[in-house]
């Protein structure tokens, strides 16, 4: 069937010809062809002319007369416009573009000179009274201030300044100046636009300066040259040392002292004549064109000729004079319009070897033959049956089939055939899902097993791409094909899938050492390193300085003048392509991991909760980890302690926790919905697959009710046979011959009965004696009794017969007896068969409606898992789902983890405790389960720490202890620290503290206050109580047990005695308060009662609050003038010092380490 469509009546015409290789000029119609023609609606029939009807025919067969060839719809003659070669068309810088108007009734045509051609602004080419004279070279520019980094490296901060004077003329003077920390080793290279200036060695700089002299005149020569061509730039100065090290350049413009020459295009039609001309003036900057000018087509006129020609030099005669056009070149073209009705020919063609494609030569397309089927079917589905891994093996992916052309040759798998798709899906997308799929359900060894063995195995001794489709040339996408979908991209273009590749195998990594980071255990965190180091080694050493861009935004006006009214390109072009940022972000991310692991920090920057080396560990630890449920010694007493107590953070831990615990359960329950999803659309597929088996069965059913019901018709239809038959048996009775015999039968024997009467007359003739003649005698006496016996026998005989007679009528009249029971039994019988049939039409009936049932069951199946496998709430929702809540959970959990370490960082601050086993479980983290049940874990962590919180939190002795510091460092040191470094350090040693409570440990500061007290001997008073000083301690210790050898290590200054096994130091060092004034100030955080305000006020620590009582201490006072107007008396001899000391006011808790070891400690005291 052929759509054909005359003007103004579409109609359909339908050809039925015979295919016998024959000329459809000798067709016969209605013999040799037949061809129907009517309107859309099939109703009114079309005819056409002889003349019409043989051209249609005629075209139809020329198209269609192979049997292979694909059909087209036919939609009659098309305008077709070619150009015809002419011997003037030699000029490369002119071009003529054509084409037809929609409704193919005009031509419109475009002349283009490409041609670039400048000279200085005012002057022509070519000059008549000024050929010999020359001409001032101007150009204009104004002052220039720059600097431009000459630097190797982000750190050197070596730079030139750059300074050119305003100027009128070409020569220009470059002034630059040396700005480093280091004199010049190197040899610059001054660039302008590509064009070397000159070079500045370490030697020519004098006193960090170098100034020259640059002529700029080359920039006024005139240039011709085509556009296409790459041009030089005129605007960018760039310094380069000789290695080609440049970070920068700077934009350097001219004023525009040249113009573009102008020039004529004109475009004559030469055949037909009768046109005028069309003339445009033009200037020459490489795109000059006439835009579209329209010619008519002229009514049974094909060809038309066409002179485009211009002119390129412009000629003065001096200033202010008139220009005149010289220098003229044409071209000539010839336009053929043409009607055509061919249509490509596509066939679908088989080899001798059974290999099936179509034929698209006639396309023009750079294949000229598509694959249609593939012939190693049997052998992929042999190695199907052995293993997955011999289906994606290299092997398979290389099997051989026939080529297309009759050759003896083979060729491997053809991934651009109409099978590619189902290729490409086997041998590329099948393993990167289940690569993906596994990455997400962090099933990670199995997920690189599939990326190195079926994809891209970097490591590979023998290739690196395992896929076969992503290193073929691709499908070779027109560039006419305007595509935005990236798989279509990428098949065209596998580099693109290469990449993608490349980035998700440093992605795998990152997420594997991640997910080995985050279990804290020494063996994960060497194993998260690994994956680190792989990565960033795949990754490889990226150049440097990629953040630094020496693009800068500008508009596109801005472009267009850059393009147009100059002849060279702006330096690094407007559009550049920028380095792939993911690599950098990639980098980065690894190099942060690994600073972490070598630096003791947690994923997230935190202090890492493991000592630095790991101790002994015992039997039960060692039972617990092989269970897989280590728990950790201790937590690294280097955590990072917070700056609130122990109550706040539990509090913000077990809310973080419940959090956290929520996540998981969201997490669970979309593993959950996903099995179910998955388990719903898995039974609900069986339930599909099954229907079609009680279709079948309940068709087959149908089929034998339908069988079922013809036996019974059949039975039927010899029931009423017989019926039939013996009806008419019946009403017959006795047949005509019958009839007949037993007429024959009767006459026998009553001519039978007729011949006694003769025998007894004879009888008695025989016993009269014979009288006649000589005889005499003769007569038989026996005669009679003989007749009389026969006459006898006939007698019987004829009584037999009747009886015969009598007998025969009998056994006729039963036979009819039989025959009425033999029609009324099949007449019973048909009844019978009649129910039978109505029961057999109910039979079908359910059956048919048993099948409707089947197949509506199947419609709502097929419904329902259209449902379930095209809604939103579906399996790859779900996936994505469980996907996205896994990449939330991880970090979550890393937050949570740590600030339950602080919260158990603040039980120990508070409580002393710092040999207990850590509450917190690093190991919480279950990879194999993807982290579930790590909240409930932590949330048990955080319940023991708060139950041992509440048995361990008694209250303890507080005391206060006054220092004085004129007693502590003497009152010359403690004035002479003041006035020369402005601050004092001291040192609150064991024995201080010792000498009134020997015995105590565990001594934290709650409150530290400091007063300033003067001399009552100043002549000057003081007129402003404050002052302006800093408190900070630098460092302390504090002995978390009554151990000895703790004291030991405290009293000795060298730190060889003893050892400091029970002693934390340095916990929230640094702290500080600023003081204000002289008695008792603590830095403003206790007015009135400081336990109060501890208690009560506020959830974080005071200044100072939990560390140790044995510290180290600074006194800056950073005003100057303060020290002179407070400690100093102006008035009296040498500005007298007026300081009297200063006092420390220690408030702190201790606990009693009993007799025994408080006699130690006296001893050791007594002997200090």
Sequence with gaps: ????????????????YDSTPKNPSVWKKNQDYFLE?????????????????????????????????????????????????????KNLILRLDA??????????????????????????????????????????????????????????????????????????????????DKAPTSTFTVYYGGITLFTVS?????????????????????????????????????????????????????????????????????????????????????????????????????????????????????????????????????????????????????????????????????????????????????????????????????????????????????????????????????????????????????????????????????????????????SNLPPSVKEDDSDTIAYSLPVYYQKALFHFQITLWIQEGDNLYRQLTRDSLNEASLCYQQALQLLGTLPEGLDVTRWYPVTLEKIKADFEPSV?????????????????????????????????????????????YAGAEDDDSLIQRRAGSSISRWNNLQQQVPPYRFPMMLKRASDAVKQLIQMGHRLFKAIESEVNAEQ????????????????????????????????????????????????SLYDENLSAQEISALTLKTSSEVVKAAAAPFYAAGAALEVVPNIFGLAVGGGKYAAPIKNAAIISELISDGLALTADRLQDSADYE?????????????QSEINIIERQLQEQELLIKSANTALQEAQAQQSAARELYEFMTTGFLIVPTYQWLMGRLAALYAPAYDAVLSLCLMAEASWRYEVGDYQRRGFIKTTAWN????????????????????????????????????????????????????EKKQVVSFTLNPKLFDTNYPGHYLRQIKRISVSISLSTLSVTPILSPEISAVLTQTGSSTLTSADIEGINWLYDPSRKAGNNKNIVTNLRAQQQIALSSLSEDDGSVAKENWLYTLMFDDDRYLPFEGTGAISTWTLAFPDKQVINKIFRDPLLPLASWRLKDINIHVHYTAVDGGKQFTKAVKDKVGNK
Excluded: C
């Excluded at 009546?9 to 039925?16: E, K, N, R, S, Y």
């Excluded at 039963?814 to 099949?826: D, G, H, M, N």
């Design 202 to 474: 370490p030697n020519g700089w004098k006193n960090n300066t170098v100034t020259k002299l640059v002529e700029l005149n080359w920039l006024n020569n005139p240039v011709m040259q085509r556009s296409e061509e790459w041009k030089l730039d005129t605007s960018t100065l760039t310094i380069a040392t000789e290695d080609q090290v440049s970070r920068h350049g700077l934009e350097y413009y001219t004023l525009t002292n040249w113009e573009y020459t102008k020039s004529k295009l004109t475009l004559t039609l030469d055949t037909p004549s009768g046109t005028a001309p069309t003339i445009k003036e033009v200037i020459l900057g490489g795109s000059a064109t006439t835009k579209e000018i329209t010619i008519p087509i002229r009514a049974n006129i094909d060809e038309y000729s066409f002179t485009l020609s211009a002119t390129l030099e412009t000629v003065s005669s001096g200033y202010n004079q008139p220009v005149e056009y010289a220098g003229t070149v044409s071209n000539k073209y010839q336009i053929i319009v043409r009607e055509s009705d061919r249509i490509p020919v596509i066939t679908l063609s088989r080899n001798t070897k059974q290999a099936q494609y179509l034929d698209i030569t006639s396309l023009g397309f750079h294949s000229t033959a598509i694959r249609l089927n593939t012939l190693f079917g049997k052998q992929l589905v042999a190695r199907a049956t052995q293993s997955i891994d011999r289906v994606l093996s290299w092997d398979t992916q290389s099997l051989l089939e026939p080529t297309l052309d009759d050759s003896t040759s083979s060729t491997p798998i053809d991934f651009s055939g109409a099978n590619g798709i189902y290729f490409w899906e086997l041998f590329f997308h099948l393993p990167f899902l289940v690569t993906y799929r596994l990455s997400e359900e962090q099933r990670f060894y199995d997920a690189r097993r599939w990326l190195l063995n079926y994809l891209f195995d970097p490591y590979g001794s023998m290739r690196m791409w395992n896929s076969r489709p992503i290193i073929e040339n691709g």
């Design 568 to 612: 060279r390109v702006v330096d690094g072009r407007p559009f550049v392509s920028p380095f792939n940022s993911q690599l950098i972000e990639y980098q980065k991310t690894l190099n942060n991991r690994l600073y972490n692991l070598r630096h003791g920090l947690t994923l997230d920057g935190k202090v890492l909760p493991l000592p630095l």
């Design 927 to 978: 990879d194999s389960y993807r982290g579930l049940l790590a909240g409930e874990s932590l949330q048990l962590d955080l319940l023991q720490m708060e139950n041992a919180w509440l048995q361990s939190n008694e209250r303890r002795m507080n005391i206060k202890k006054t220092i004085s510091l004129s007693e502590l460092l003497t009152a010359h040191e403690l004035q002479n620290q003041i």
């Design 814 to 826: 039963r036979r009819r007896q039989e025959w009425e029971i033999e029609y009324k039994q099949a």
């Design 680 to 727: 719903e659309v898995l039974e609900q597929s069986q339930v599909l697959r099954l229907s079609a088996f009680s279709i079948e069965l309940q068709q087959e059913a149908v089929q034998i009710a339908q069988l079922g019901k013809a036996t019974l018709e059949e039975s039927k239809n010899m029931a009423q046979e017989r019926y039939e038959h013996y009806h």
């Design 1 to 16: 069937m052929v759509d054909v469509q005359r003007e103004g009546d579409p109609w359909m015409g339908v050809l039925l």
């Design 99 to 180: 084409k037809l108007s929609e409704d193919k009734t005009k031509l419109i045509l475009t002349g283009t000179n490409i041609l670039i051609k400048r000279n200085p602004k005012g002057y022509g080419t070519k000059f008549r009274n000024f050929n010999n004279s020359e001409f001032s070279s101007k150009l204009s520019t104004k002052d220039f201030n720059g600097t431009i980094p000459v630097g190797r490296n982000d750190t050197d901060n070596d730079s030139i300044k750059i300074h050119i004077p305003a100027s009128e003329t070409s020569q220009k003077t470059f002034h630059f100046t040396w700005q480093g």
């Design 37 to 89: 023609l009517r309107d859309l609606l099939l109703v009114d029939k079309k005819a056409l002319n002889d003349q019409d009807e043989n051209t249609l025919i005629s075209s139809w067969y020329k198209i269609f007369k192979n049997s292979d060839t694909l059909q087209h719809h036919y939609v009659g003659t098309e305008k077709l416009i070619e150009f015809k070669a002419s011997e003037g068309n």
